[in-house]
């Protein structure tokens, strides 16, 4: 491959400057000379662009690339090989990557770590959907745009990383740093759990400003990815979520069954910490304790604290934030404030309310309110219509989110508290329309072309499910949609309703069998009004112009096996026998030869 120089084009695209290289080879910002706008060309190096695994490793990320279409995935361009340098054209991102944020500005606010973090978490469940394990998720691939929007790019790694991978120019530190224990040792699979886990380095390194464990090497970084425990956020800023902090230590778990189940409910915890904080409400805080780290951050430039009394600190210092003031409570103003010991001690002297006996009383009331505060909760739980009507507009919604917040927090206590209620029917809709998106979002992956581990079927039904949609694809091919429907129908009365591992793909073959039901139909309906017209032509005396509609009509829809009682041979001068309007398949009742195509068809636009 000769050198690629600045100017120089590859295919459509001309070369204006570098903006990044790597292990693999060098990022161009182009230009496409048709239409002027910008592009990121990735181009092999010319060391490694002749080695089969490198080579098929760039080609598997551009046919990765060209099946998604995600706002927080960069966008595919086009895919070439010109004068023997291979290239993929991406979308230009005007931006930074995470890292060279981190660089700028240090560690960022929880709240914005929070945004960030959703938008990875719905790149990475459209990924997974799709059977992708990106397996280097880390801050160089992560580009946020002028608008705020992250981009999740180089989907290139391959799955087994050895040790000559690690250790690969550019790629030591920067991959081995956020790898999960199941990648180092083997086992289990690589799965999209494993994508979780770098979330976890990824989302303590933007709250901290540097990465959970420390090491010189990649072998000290694994050691202790397999054998140390996960520091807590907590201990390195001075305020924190508590959801947040315990998230990021569970996303980080050895163990990937320990892990969150999956990106989206990742997602939905951020959501939700991120809708109480906006609506004013107030946020479980982590605070700093005193002599930690966080209570002294160097790139503050703060004043130490004054120091409490270990009576004074309360569970890993957990208060509550009102997310307008930014400001802990008053439970959180310490005794150590001056101020307010000036205060207890006037307010002693001057009334028997605050003395020592008074504060104990005090205290026993409130204690006896809130005992009978839980016990009038307890005996009047919310009504069986109060967390139905919590829950509709939430299952009202077209996000999946949404629709596990419903069942979660108010179908499922809806059903135990009331297991009578006349909303059951409703609330079983709604579970079963997310077994059925789940199903959905697994029939994607184990249907998908591109083979990998995390894509074989599991059970039964999955191998059952795989097995009838190749054989109703065939079927459907050959415009043969009853036995498609045929397929479809057999699959969903072969699979229990009642078994929780079979319901959701019973759900789905149903779901297909009435879709393609109704395609059928709609297509059939469309076909008799067309054969109206026909025999209308036909009684105004325009015979051509009747044939050519017939022949048009044949040649669209001719083959399809469903339609065959519509499509019989009729004198050119004569009307066309009354319209069967029986159901998709139905025979006429004389049915004829098909109308053999003319030349009509050839040269009319089609209807």
Known sequence: M????IGEKLGSFRLESIVGSGAMGVVYRGVNDSTGKPAAIKVVSGEISQRGKVYERFMREAEILKQFRHPNIVRFLAVGRFQGTSYIAMEFIQGDTLDKSLEKRGPLPWREVVDLAIQICDALHYAHEHGVVHRDLKPSNLMVNEQGRLKLTDFGIAKDLDATALTATGRTLGTAAYMAPEQIRGAPAVSHKTDLYALGILLYQLLVGKTPFDGSSPMILMHNHLNEKPPRPSDKVEEIPVVL??????????????????????????TELKRKSESGKAVKMVWAQDGSVAQHPQRLGTLPQPRSSNSDQGERGKASISPRSGRPSSKENSASSP???????????????????????????????????????LAWPP?????????????ASTKRHDWIMARDEYI????????????REETGKLRDKILLDEAESRSKIITSPIKTPFGEPKTDAERQYVITQAVAAQASERHDDPEALHQWRNLAASLKPDDPEERPWHLLAQKRAEDLDREMKDRRELVLRQLELVEKEFQRGRPTKAVELKAQLVDEYGQNTDLADLFG?????????SISKESPGAPASSPEPPVSKTNHSETSPKL
């Open 2 to 5: 000769s050198q690629i120089r």
């Open 245 to 270: 902090d315990d998230l990021v230590v569970n996303l980080m778990a050895k163990d990937p069954s320990e892990r969150p189940w999956d990106a989206a409910a990742v997602a939905h915890t951020l």
């Open 339 to 377: 101020l307010r010991s000036r205060l207890l001690q006037t307010f002693s002297r001057r009334s028997p309310l605050f003395s020592r006996a008074g504060i104990e009383t005090l205290g026993l009331v409130t204690a006896l309110l809130a005992a009978g505060g839980l016990m009038i909760y």
């Open 383 to 395: 009504s069986a219509e109060y967390l139905y009507e919590h829950a509709k507009p939430l299952m």
């Open 412 to 423: 499922e206590p809806l059903d135990q508290r009331f297991p009578n209620n006349p909303y």
């Open 569 to 577: 041979s009729q004198p050119d001068h004569a009307p066309s026998p």
